[in-house]
Each structure stands twice: as C-alpha cells, then as structure tokens.
C-alpha cells in the first residue's frame, strides 16, 4: 500500500538547536505539503510544493524556517534556532493534484514527527 | 469568522448508535469537503470526500454536503468503540484574488468523539 514516509518520529531538542525533518511522498504525487498542527488545533499548512517549486510559502516563518525538495520527489524541512513555541506535531502529506487549480486534490498525510523543544 | 467550524465536543454516543458531526464553512467558492479521523497522538487519516450537494454513504460512514447552507456532515451508523477519535472536517478554500494559486486545505479544529461500550 503507497504511503507517505516521514523520519524521525520523534525528535526531542534544546532551544536554539537546529532540527530536520524528512518526507517522502506517495510514489507519483508532485504535489508535496509541510503542515504544523499544534495539540488540540486542526493542521496549518507550512509550505506547499509542485515538483520542485514553491508554490505557496507565506505562513512559513521565513526566518528559522527552510524547505527542500531539490529533485521533486522528497522533501526537508529545517527549523534554526527552534523555539519552544515550535513544539508540535509536523505533518507531511502529498496529493495527485492535476494542476495548482485542482479544487478535487485529495491529500494523504505521513505519520508526522513529533517534535519537543525543551 | 473561523474558515472552517466545528464543535470540538467531546461528542459521547453509545456504541451502536448514530453519530453527527457538523461543520461549516465561510467560503462560498469551495468546492471539496474531506473528512478526516485523527486516533490520539497519530496523523489523519482521510476518510470520505465529497463535491456535490447531497449524500454520500460509504460503508458505515454518510457524508452530506449543503452549499447553499455551507454545511457538512458526517454520520457514523452502529458506532463502534474503535471509532472513539477527533474528526477533522477540510475544505479545499480558492485561492484569493485575481492571479493564479492553489486550492489551500482548511481545517476546523476537530470533533472529540468518544463511543461508550
């Protein structure tokens, strides 16, 4: 069954350290999504990608935070120096959109890392 | 006006009965609803979609969609505990303004349900 890998699972950190996380997208998916959802909140989308372009970044904090997806196929997001407000759970989920216009895309999300910053 | 609304209980129904969720949307040009279960500490998981008014059944699950109320609804028929999760309701929002963009993915916080044995 196709699925959307993330690693790690867990991630523990100290304020002010640098963390990554990894995706991989459902094997034929160009559209790619960093979401953040903070505990007892719906996801919020991070950073939205079309193979390897940046559609749609404007509520990724630019300033600690970068995503990759250099070949279009998986992705890193890079969160430096983390803050304790950054602790949350990070989802990456991917779709077969046929076009950024897709009103009927169906995303399908990994199993997300859960990251506490102390 | 949240985009995307709903209750986010808890909702307890015991097990074997009819469960109803309810969300509702502001944005009238949306044209895709997704619901998506959450079990505690996992990722969603997406459950039914649904694009047109009216009904949508699959197996246990019931979809309802209603534009001209901007409503949506899930109905879980003979509850099981294992359904006990947070229902998350999506909605596929346009994108703004006049130039070019993606469909962007809208959550409500959740519906707590809890199924008692």
């Known amino acids: 069954e196709a699925e959307v890998a993330q690693s790690p699972r867990y991630k523990i950190t100290e304020k002010s350290q640098a963390v990554a996380f990894w995706c991989d997208p459902i094997?034929?998916?160009?559209?790619l999504y960093w979401y953040r959802q903070i505990l007892g909140q719906g996801p919020e989308l991070l950073v939205q990608f079309q193979d390897e372009s940046v559609v749609d970044d404007s509520q990724l904090p630019k300033d600690r935070f970068s995503a990759e997806r250099l070949k279009g196929v998986d992705s890193t997001l890079k969160i430096q120096p983390a803050e304790l407000g950054d602790s949350a759970m990070y989802l990456c989920?991917?779709?077969?959109?046929?076009?950024?216009?897709?009103?009927?895309?169906?995303?399908?999300f990994g199993p997300g890392t859960r990251l506490t910053v102390l | 006006q949240k985009e995307v609304e709903q209750n986010s209980g808890p909702l307890s129904v015991p097990e074997g009965a009819i469960a109803s969720l309810n969300c509702t949307y502001s944005?009238?040009?949306?044209?895709?609803f997704f619901w998506y279960r959450q079990y505690s500490g996992k990722s969603p998981e997406l459950i039914m979609s649904i694009y047109s008014n009216g009904d949508k059944e699959d197996g246990r699950f019931t979809a309802q969609l209603n534009k001209a109320s901007q409503y949506v609804s899930l109905l879980i028929r003979d509850s099981q505990p294992s359904d006990s999760a947070t229902y998350l309701c999506a909605v596929n929002v346009p994108p703004r303004g006049s130039g070019a963009g993606s469909y962007q993915l809208t959550f409500g916080k959740g519906t707590k349900l809890s199924v008692i044995p």
């Open positions: 944005d009238r040009g949306s044209q895709s």
């Open positions: 094997s034929g998916h160009a559209t």
């Open positions: 989920a991917s779709s077969l959109a046929l076009g950024l216009a897709d009103p009927y895309n169906e995303q399908f």
